[in-house]
């Protein structure tokens, strides 16, 4: 069974910054791609996520239009973790932040369980 642990979350003053990180057990992160979504309370109801950063099978990062220049994703292969430093941050960041892998010698998905980023004065 494939757990991802997220860690970092908070709560932080608008203009704050956070760092996130996530760890997959087992051997898939060699062989995953990893991405970062995020759930606000708005989406809450349609059991909707938005991606907010990723990393693609042909080695590329894409983010959302919202955090480009203010969010970097990054992986450390040696550490198996992906992290996600969070800066100048928003009250519209405020969301829950899940960790995904796409395992793609399987073609599926694993999550973790989130973990909450509020900004708030």
């Known amino acids: 069974q494939v757990q991802l642990v997220e860690s970092g979350g908070g709560l932080v003053q608008p203009g704050g910054s956070l760092r996130l990180s996530c760890a997959p057990s087992g051997r898939i992160f060699s062989l995953a791609n990893m991405a970062w979504y995020r759930q606000a309370a708005r989406l809450q109801a349609g059991n909707e996520r938005e991606?907010?950063?990723?990393?693609?099978?042909?080695?590329?990062?894409n983010y959302a239009d919202s955090v480009k220049g203010r969010f970097t994703i990054s992986r450390d292969n040696a550490k198996n973790t992906v992290s996600l430093q969070m800066n100048d941050l928003k009250p519209e960041d405020t969301a829950v932040y899940y960790c995904k892998a796409h395992y793609v010698p399987w073609g599926r998905d694993f999550w973790g369980w989130g973990t909450q980023v509020t900004v708030s004065s």
């Open positions: 991606l907010v950063a990723e990393f693609t099978s042909i080695g590329r990062i």
